[in-house]
């Protein structure tokens, strides 16, 4: 399955659409009835509920914009339906091994969904480059701003249907 575009997996794609809702139907609203109560008190020079609210009108609808744009570039694409399991590819979760034998265990997910924490990799991050297509044994040289490391796959496994 080749992979072009923006790919996200679906529960990455649902995430969006959580935060986008959340937003559009819950906070924008209640900031505009802050909003309108905080300009019905007179000056609105001096009024910090208004003032701020029409800030966090505006942080809101940037964020609603680039969600939107998001969504409309997304290519869902999903790992339990990965014919090629033998190879590293996009979902993939994936544990490599330096040489000190020094072990992490990352999944290849969309760069919206990204989490370095949680051992989620853009799938345009340098390591998630470096291990596209590699398979079991495989050794892969990742270049990072550190210099480079090299890593070998020792396990692939993608979620089940």
Request: glycine fraction near 10%; charged fraction near 35%; charge should be neutral.
């Amino acid at each position: 399955m080749k992979v072009e575009g923006n790919p996200i997996t679906p529960a990455g794609l649902a995430a969006l659409r959580a935060r986008y809702d959340h937003l559009l139907g819950t906070e924008r609203p209640a900031i505009v009835e802050i909003v309108s109560w905080a300009a019905g008190n007179g000056d609105r020079s001096e009024n910090g509920d208004y003032l701020y609210g029409r800030k966090r009108m505006r942080e809101i609808d940037r964020e609603l914009a680039h969600l939107a744009r998001r969504m409309k570039a997304a290519r869902v694409v999903d790992p339990a339906r990965q014919e090629d399991r033998t190879r590293v590819l996009f979902g993939a979760t994936v544990e490599i091994a330096d040489e000190d034998d020094n072990r992490r265990t990352l999944t290849l997910v969309g760069d919206d969904e990204q989490d370095a924490s949680k051992g989620l990799i853009g799938w345009s991050a340098p390591i998630a480059r470096a291990l596209r297509g590699a398979r079991l044994g495989d050794l892969r040289v990742v270049r990072l701003p550190g210099g480079e490391k090299e890593w070998e796959i020792v396990g692939v496994r993608y979620p089940e249907a």
